[in-house]
């Protein structure tokens, strides 16, 4: 008798796609062995904006509860012009956004959102995580794929039905899918968290920020803040044209980039970029959706490996839960043909992302705009009722994962 094609599946990556994915395949009933190429899941990174269509997921792998003490439902996104400091438009949040969109929106810091998933993950008896060991290769075999796995410079192997690589944005598994390559946007997002009692807090408690996402908007930058760890600080961050840089989440860069940025804002914004040591910097890289995301063979890349977005829809932490989610499903929903099942997911991922994409890039045109273009941005956005403003992201934070078996 032949034996039985494996149910493992095997993840490459411990980020938030690797992580999604593991309890979404393991409440589905896949046996999920993740392997993390870190020694330890640190504390690094800031702040991430997470839509009600990423909490909803959360909320149904049950790892929303575990993230609310920390997470914080801000009432509003703000936009206000950085030199005058004037509102420009709103969008409500808090409640009306629960009861419009049916999930919460809120702040976080990535590590508590990472360590919420982490801790569910712990307590998931079908899910083995394994630290300080890399993805290296896959090649196939009659009944799956086999994966080689370095761990302290030795080689093991182990077996399964697919690999999810979400090996993130500098993605090296990506080669196996794809000859994509993550490119430098030119765009650096600079960042630094605050304690909210402290004096860089206070001073935009002073011009209004409180339990608000604001995006302070310029002609070649955004400065955007909003409150995370229960409201003790708050996460800032500008975005300017920058250099090119090592590939990582938190390097330095010459400070006067930041600084003659943000010079024709108002002076407490200025204030701000003049704490130079407290920035760091991270270059955007993005990949060009385009690519595959999939083989027939069982590989699939998700999350930033697919797909690296810039930041201008808040949408890279989203877009990777939802990815977990949907692989999970499409999978249980074709246990005749694993190929059918990667190919029908990514193409129905690839109009959902593509769509993502483009407004992240109309986000970015009228946001960094000067000029008529402002004008005109400006205009509407004070003509335009908050409401209306909502409804025009119906689609994005509605976003309900297609009807899949659970
Ligand atoms: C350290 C860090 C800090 C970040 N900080 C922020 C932030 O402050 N704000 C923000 O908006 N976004 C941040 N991001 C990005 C954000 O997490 C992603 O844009 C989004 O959540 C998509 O996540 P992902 O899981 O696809 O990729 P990532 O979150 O990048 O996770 C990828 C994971 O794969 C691991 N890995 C890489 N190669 C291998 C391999 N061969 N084998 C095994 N494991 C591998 C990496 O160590 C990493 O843990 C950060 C990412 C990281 C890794």
Not at 35 to 50: C, N, P, S, T, Y
Not at 51 to 70: E, F, K, Q, W, Y
Not at 131 to 145: E, F, K, Y
Not at 312 to 336: C, K, W
Request: proline share 5%; net charge positive; charged share 20%.
């Amino acid at each position: 008798m032949a034996e039985a094609r494996s149910r493992q599946i095997i993840i490459a990556g411990a980020g938030i796609a690797g992580l999604t994915a593991a309890l979404a395949f393991a409440v589905r009933g896949y046996p999920v062995r993740v392997f993390e190429r870190a020694q330890r899941l640190d504390e690094v990174g800031a702040g991430l904006q997470l839509s009600p269509n990423a909490t909803r997921i959360l909320d149904r792998l049950g790892v929303l509860p575990g993230l609310r003490h920390t997470a914080v439902r801000p009432d509003a996104v703000v936009m206000r012009d950085a030199s005058s400091l004037a509102e420009l438009g709103r969008v409500p949040l808090g409640a009306a956004a629960e009861w419009r969109w049916k999930a919460p929106y809120l702040t976080c810091h990535r590590a508590d959102l990472q360590g919420a998933l982490l801790a569910h993950v712990a307590r998931e008896p079908g899910i083995q995580l394994a630290t300080g060991a890399t993805v290296r290769d896959v090649s196939p075999h009659p009944l799956g794929l086999t994966v080689s796995i370095e761990t302290a410079g030795r080689i093991s192997q182990t077996s399964g039905t697919m690999l999810v690589a979400a090996d993130g944005v500098w993605s090296d598994l990506r080669r196996l899918v794809s000859d994509a390559k993550s490119r430098f946007s030119g765009q650096v997002a600079w960042r630094r968290t605050v304690r909210a009692e402290s004096v860089a807090g206070r001073s935009l408690a002073q011009i209004g920020v409180g339990g608000a996402v604001t995006a302070f908007l310029a002609p070649g930058l955004h400065l955007i803040t909003y409150p995370v760890r229960a409201g003790s600080a708050l996460n800032i961050v500008a975005i300017t044209t920058g250099k090119a840089m090592d590939q990582t989440w938190s390097g330095a860069m010459d400070g006067k980039i930041l600084r003659q940025a943000m010079k024709n804002a108002a002076p407490t914004l200025q204030g701000l970029a003049q704490d130079d040591g407290e920035w760091t910097a991270w270059p955007i890289h993005t990949v060009a959706p385009d690519a595959r995301w999939t083989t027939p063979g069982g590989v699939a890349l998700i999350g930033d490996a697919a797909h690296a977005m810039t930041p201008y829809a808040a949408q890279g932490a989203a877009m990777a839960i939802e990815d977990g989610e949907t692989l999970a499903g499409h999978v249980l929903s074709r246990p005749d043909s694993l190929a059918a099942a990667l190919a029908a997911w990514e193409k129905e991922r690839r109009q959902r992302i593509d769509r993502v994409a483009r407004r992240g890039s109309l986000n970015r045109f009228t946001w960094h705009a000067a000029g008529p273009v402002a004008a005109a941005r400006n205009f509407i956005l004070r003509v335009r009722k908050p409401e209306r403003l909502a409804t025009g992201l119906d689609w994005l934070y509605g976003w309900t994962p297609p009807a899949l078996k659970l």
